[in-house]
C-alpha cells in the first residue's frame, strides 16, 4: 500500500521559517535590553541601611521637641482632676445601684414607680429632642384648605399686584418686586396651595408648594430674585422685573386654571 504525501505550500513554508526567525532574534534581543535596564536602574538599599538613616535624622536637634515644664505639670494636674472626678461619679452609681437593691428588696413598688418616672423623663426629653430636630430642618406647615379661607385683606393680591406696577412705573424695582413677591404668596393661600404667615421662610414656601411643579416652576425664579435683594443687595434692573413680572402673571394664569 503507497502513502500518499500532500502537497506542501512552499509560501506557507517561507512565512513559517522567516517568522521563526525573526523570534529567534527579537528574544534575544528583549532578554538583553531587561538586563541593561535593570543593572542601570538605582538599587534600593537594605532595610536596616534605611532605618539607620531614618534614625540618623531623627536625632537632629531641629527634630527633638521636649514640652515646657509647665505644660507637662498642666497635664498631669488635669489627669488628676479627671481622675478624681471620674472616682466620684463611680461612688455615686455604686450608692444608686446599692441602694435600688435595697429599695427593690424592702419596697417594690416604689422601686417600679422610680423606675417609670425616669422612663417617663427619658421619653419626654427625646420626644424635645425629635420636635426641635423637625422644627430645625423646615417640617412642613398644615396647609389651610380652600373651603376655609381667611377673609380677603385690605392688601389683596390684586391690590399688591397694582401696587408693584405702580412702584415699577416710578423705577423703584426694588420696592416692586416686594410688592410683587408678596401678592404671589397671598394668591396661592387664597387658593390653598400654601399657608401665608410672616413668619414663614422663602425656602418653606417653595417646599409647601413642591407638589405641584407648575406652580413652583414660576414662583422659584421670583423667589431667588427676592433672597438676592434681601441678603445679597443685587439690584433689580427694568428688564429683570419685567420677566418676574411675567411669570408671575403665567403663575397666576396656573392657578386659575387648576380651579
Request: proline letters at 7%.
Amino acid at each position: 500500500m503507497l502513502l500518499r504525501i500532500p502537497a506542501i505550500d512552499t509560501n506557507r513554508a517561507k512565512r513559517l521559517v522567516v517568522g521563526a526567525l525573526v523570534l529567534a532574534v527579537i528574544i534575544p534581543l528583549t532578554s538583553s535590553l531587561l538586563v541593561v535596564l535593570a543593572d542601570s536602574s538605582p538599587q534600593r538599599p537594605p532595610a536596616p541601611v534605611i532605618r539607620q538613616q531614618v534614625t540618623e535624622i531623627l536625632s537632629q536637634p531641629k527634630y527633638q521637641y521636649q514640652p515646657p515644664a509647665w505644660l507637662i505639670n498642666l497635664q498631669q494636674r488635669a489627669v488628676k482632676h479627671l481622675g478624681c472626678i471620674l472616682q466620684f461619679i463611680a461612688r455615686i452609681l455604686d450608692w444608686l445601684f446599692s441602694g435600688s437593691r435595697y429599695l427593690y428588696q424592702a419596697r417594690p413598688w416604689l422601686y417600679w414607680t422610680i423606675i417609670a418616672l425616669i422612663l417617663l423623663t427619658l421619653g419626654g426629653f427625646l420626644y424635645h429632642i425629635l420636635v426641635t430636630i423637625q422644627g430645625a430642618f423646615g417640617r412642613r406647615r398644615q396647609v389651610r384648605p380652600a373651603d376655609k379661607q381667611l377673609p380677603i385683606p385690605l392688601s389683596s393680591p390684586a391690590v399688591l399686584r397694582r401696587q408693584a406696577r405702580e412702584l415699577a412705573s416710578r423705577g423703584n424695582f426694588a420696592a416692586a418686586l416686594r410688592k410683587l413677591y408678596q401678592a404671589c404668596l397671598r394668591y396661592l393661600d387664597q387658593h390653598g396651595y400654601l399657608y401665608y404667615h410672616p413668619a414663614t421662610t422663602n425656602g418653606e414656601y417653595l417646599q409647601q408648594v413642591y407638589d405641584h411643579p407648575e406652580l413652583s416652576t414660576h414662583l422659584q425664579p421670583i423667589t431667588q430674585a427676592m433672597n438676592r435683594l434681601c441678603y445679597a443687595h443685587i439690584p433689580i434692573t427694568d428688564t429683570i422685573y419685567q420677566r418676574l413680572d411675567t411669570l408671575a402673571q403665567q403663575l397666576w394664569q396656573e392657578v386659575d386654571r387648576s380651579e
